[in-house]
């Protein structure tokens, strides 16, 4: 596939019904999807899954909503537990019944709907389009891996790349926010029962990350961010005014989009002080490129980036240190929180996972490249990448090797985001880790409602981040072309 091209409004980048890519090729256009704008909305069908729902689960829920004359929205679920969990999260509707898959009935409200869709989007348990393609009885059209147990082929590969001390020690989900949540609810429910109710996110988290952590926590709970993963001294020092409270530690290794890692031995030393459990998740750069299982309690991963290169897969993993003190009772917490994925998107992986290595490889070599393009051009103002000066030593302890870089690369302009955007030659669209290069205006896509405001704007400013950010996400093309469409475009 040729993604080294303008690509129309809308267009599903690798022409698969289970794409997660849509073009959003203009800011007038990423606006317009991001305020619902409903010229914008009739040209795109598809997208990301968490925001955007896929045309195949639509018209599952078409078809439900018709035969069952039903009054409300259906919210399809991977399981009865993830039903009611929404129902109670939504505070009305009613279990589907009498159909071959869980969900739950929404009234049609605006408000409702809203913050059911909130609910799948934040915990990840909604169901996949290759369910819903199943549930349709459509024929698929892809390969997948055929073997007696691909779900064993996924976790022997995870095993080897988390360093686990055996596979069984990594649980998939289904989806990398799925991962998140279950991790984050099984050290909360076990920290609860010990009188710890403080949680604390190291440095800038991806968005849903941090909704999970301020709107799934208890009133009696408490959620503080430290921005500056840098500076442990004044961790060490916010943690203090907490001491005997701490639950938990969030850290994205390094962090999306602005790329910083932390001193994960200094931070695991904080977290011994406080006994505190580390929740560490390194999908930014790709787990292969970093050796962190040591330095955390479970470890994070997003499947859909870098795993699942084609750009057609959700799904996520949670890895447990055999030599955390909380291993034997965190591990069945896991498993009783998780929501597993589907067995054809399961198939879908372990096809795609085998590539998973030499992929990384090309991204890692092309990525240095262009980065060096960028650092050294007269329009870009300042570039993060996990070598930058402000934390790339500590990315350097815990990296596989001198080009373990991983495909993200985030920008600020000397020229204005709209002449640069409009003019790049890329796909323009949400995710990363991709054999294709992609790369959009992040904080436009994760946080519109802060962007879009000056008090927003100047919150940015306060802390240092430019709210017109770039991340870029480097594929396996020929670099010299990735480089050629940056640089027509920064002219």
Known sequence: MDAIKHFPLGHTINNSPHSICISLPTMADLIGYEKA?????????????????NPLIRKLADQVERSQNLSGRVFFTTTDRAAAQLLE??????????????????????????????????????????????????????????????EAHILQKLHSVY?????????????????????????????????????????????DSTHILNNFLAPDEKFITIYDVSDTDAIENA?????????????????????HTPDVEAIKAIAK????????DPTLVGALNVDILNWTDLLINSLTKYAAGKGDVIMGAVALNRRSKWYDLLKPLIQAYREKP?????????????????????????AVEVSRFLRNHSAVKSVNWVYSEETGRHF????????????????????????????????????????????????????????????????????????????????????????????????
């Open 89 to 150: 999260w939504v505070g009305a509707g009613a279990l589907l019944e009498g159909f071959a898959c869980s969900g739950a009935i929404i009234p049609p409200q605006e408000d409702l709907l809203k913050r059911a869709w909130k609910f799948l989007q934040h915990t990840g348990c909604g169901i996949g389009s290759r369910q819903a393609e199943d549930l349709l009885e459509l024929c698929p059209t892809e390969e997948a891996v055929r073997t007696d147990d691909p």
């Open 396 to 491: 350097t302890r815990i990296a596989n090797g001198e080009t373990a870089n991983g495909s993200v690369i985030s920008f600020s302009l000397n020229i204005p985001l709209d002449r640069f955007y409009d003019r790049v030659q890329l796909v323009k669209s949400p995710s990363f880790g991709l054999e294709f290069t992609l790369l959009c205006p992040f904080f436009y896509l994760a946080n519109f409602d802060m962007v879009s405001t000056d008090e927003g704007r100047e919150w940015f400013h306060m802390h240092g981040i430019d709210p017109d950010l770039i991340r870029l996400s480097v594929g396996t093309e020929d670099p010299a072309r990735i480089i050629q469409a940056l640089s027509e475009a920064l002219s």
């Open 163 to 207: 360093h686990t001390r055996s596979a069984d020690d990594v649980a998939l989900c289904s989806s990398g926010m799925n991962a998140f949540y279950t991790a984050f609810q099984a050290a909360r429910t076990l920290r609860r029962k010990e009188g710890r109710t403080v949680w604390v996110q190291l440095g800038w988290l991806y968005a």
């Open 239 to 259: 943690l203090q005014r907490y001491q005997g409270q701490i639950a938990g530690i969030v850290a994205e290794v390094p962090s999306n989009p602005l790329v």
């Open 273 to 280: 002080d406080h006994d505190a459990i580390l929740l560490m």
């Open 342 to 366: 589907y067995v054809r998107d399961i198939a879908r992986l372990a096809y795609e996972i085998d590539d998973y290595e030499p992929l990384l490889r090309r991204i890692n070599a092309n």
């Open 37 to 53: 704008d409903p010229e914008i909305m009739r040209q795109i069908a598809s997208g990301y899954p968490r925001f955007v729902r």
